[in-house]
């Protein structure tokens, strides 16, 4: 498995002949300004950390499946994962604390912090870090008279969000109210369609009805701020990239045009829809996009 640093010389190959070929499930770019990203490798328990700096790479692993990282403003790194260990209560199996691993500066091996709610809850595990704090939200559940192994997604009453000071290690929670602070039931099975985005004091995020929700993180209450427009939850949702103050929309159709919407978080409107040549000639037909990154939004903005 070998890595590859792009630059206007060229292309330059780093061989690691000694390490297999990886799956990575997530990876993200190195705080500051050197070259460098980290990446989980994931397909269970334990997972793999790989840390790339120039051409030197470092590989630490942990006994936790970890599946989203986030990068707080003083350069720090962190994973969320849960124990796939099973217990002899199922139900203690099935909902286990979360717990918050630091990867990048100084690597942790363990756990920095645990938090299980009170009340049973699940995780989606996106979360982002604002002044050094992480958020993210639980869905929690009211079980039902036969006991918490019977619920089911109409047992879902509400959600929470849950934060984690990074200097001073104090967890939060808070009930979130507002629009949709249930977010799952009988006919919505996920609770968001996107990760989390960070805009404006407010935690944004794409419900299952194609709302487009934000939760106030100082006051945890949620509020619609628009729809998608044409949602239809039997049809792909496409592709969702937050940049600066807008939600972009990408809907890729490997045989025709790539449609893109352009929604202004600070206005929470449409702004506009454009449509650019698909990708199906530059796809082999045997693969499929994994993920869209924006990376000239001057030239997008101008669609």
Known sequence: MNDYILSADGVKTIEHPQQEMLTISEQIPLPGEGTGSIALVNSGNPTQIITVQGQERTLHEVADSLSMMATCPDGTVWAMGQSGEMKADPVESA???????????????????????????????????????????????????????????EHYTGSKLVSYDTQTGEYREQDISGDLATRLNDQIWSPTLS?????????????????????????????????????DPSKDIGYLVQEDKYLFRFILDLSGETTIYRYNLETEQLESRATVPG?????????????????????????
């Open 279 to 303: 990708v199906g000639d530059a796809t082999p037909s045997d693969q499929h996009p994994f993920t869209v990154e924006v990376l000239d939004l001057e030239a997008l903005l101008k669609l």
């Open 95 to 153: 909902y286990p604390p979360d717990r918050l691993y630091k990867l990048y500066p100084e690597f942790s091996a363990t756990p920095v912090a645990e938090y299980k709610s009170e009340q049973p809850a699940n995780t989606t595990q996106h979360f982002v870090c604002s002044d050094n704090v992480i958020y993210y939200i639980i869905d929690s559940i009211t079980p039902p008279a036969e006991g918490l192994a019977y619920a089911g997604p």
């Open 195 to 231: 990760p989390l985005y960070l805009y404006d004091g407010h935690l944004w995020w794409v419900s299952g009805y194609g709302k487009v929700v934000k939760t106030d993180l100082a006051t945890a209450q949620n509020t619609v701020a628009f729809d998608l427009g044409d949602f």
